[in-house]
């Protein structure tokens, strides 16, 4: 296996961790960590590449879904390349931009090198983590198409491969943030309206209450689903109500089937079924 030049900087040892960090967030806010998906190519099949680019390039341009001019320099960078990428113990995130870099160095095909690239790299993420899968990484880099061709420019200098590798690690970590602060406003959002609908809902309660019941009746009941197991005494004293009243009242509410007694009256407790 021939491995390709290249140089990994402490910014990009950083950021590795950084991301790492993210998606284990997102992994958390999500609730679990999604299976590796079938994919239409496996990113680590040089014949997939091949189909890719036969789907993503015009069907009347030329060379489509082989390599430019089937030049054998190129067959044989293209098979040492996956090679390597297949035997690597690169971390991920640094083997796919390297893949990424160095397909778009040897520039195998008439067109659509830089986006094929881009989208393999995307694939063997996703392949890596796919929680990953969705989020818009194609998207995001051509925003920066600027700083993209820039970093490109130092193609076949060993020495910057490390700009290429920080400013797609710099995406990543841009979009995998940006998904976690999406997820967690969504929370906050859910939680406001789970506390809204809780309290409609007890305000519809509390209507239905005051309508069918008698004041006393409707306090009652009240107190009794807040603590089923008061006393008679407790209620006379919070309602200003004898407690002949509120047997009574008692009395009436276990007729009509709002409450019920369970278990025996010295430690039973009330069951309120409205």
Not at 126 to 153: K, N
Request: overall charge neutral; charged content about 30%.
């Amino acid at each position: 296996m021939i491995k390709p030049m290249y140089q990994v900087s402490a910014e990009s040892i950083k950021l590795i961790a950084e991301i790492s960090e993210q998606i284990g967030i997102l992994e958390t806010l999500t609730g679990h960590k999604p299976e590796a998906r079938e994919e239409a190519f496996n990113p680590f099949v040089e014949d997939d590449l091949f189909r890719a680019h036969e789907n993503m390039v015009d069907a009347l341009s030329e060379g489509i879904g082989r390599y430019y001019q089937n030049d054998q320099r190129i067959n044989l960078h293209m098979k040492m390349l996956f090679d390597w990428l297949n035997n690597t113990d690169e971390h991920p995130l640094i083997s796919s931009c390297i893949f990424h870099y160095e397909m778009t160095a040897i520039h195998p095909f008439s067109e659509g090198n830089e986006r094929l690239g881009l989208c393999w790299q995307w694939l063997l993420l996703v392949r890596w983590r796919p929680i990953l899968a969705g989020l818009p990484f194609e998207t995001t880099v051509v925003e920066r198409q600027q700083e993209y061709r820039r970093v490109l420019a130092y193609i076949g200098e060993n020495a910057k491969t490390s700009h290429f590798i920080e400013f797609i690690l710099r995406c990543l970590l841009d979009i995998i943030q940006q998904e976690v602060k999406n997820k967690v406003e969504n929370k906050v959002k859910n939680k406001s309206r789970e506390k809204v609908q809780d309290n409609s809902q007890k305000k519809a309660v509390d209507e239905d209450i005051e309508t069918h019941l008698t004041k006393s009746e409707g306090r009652i009941v009240k107190l009794l689903a807040e603590d089923p197991r008061i006393t008679i005494g407790a209620i006379s004293h919070k309602l200003q109500l004898s407690e002949a009243g509120v047997n009574k009242a008692l009395a009436g509410l276990r007729k009509k089937g709002i409450i019920e007694r369970i278990g025996a009256n010295k430690n039973g407790s009330w069951k309120v079924n409205i």
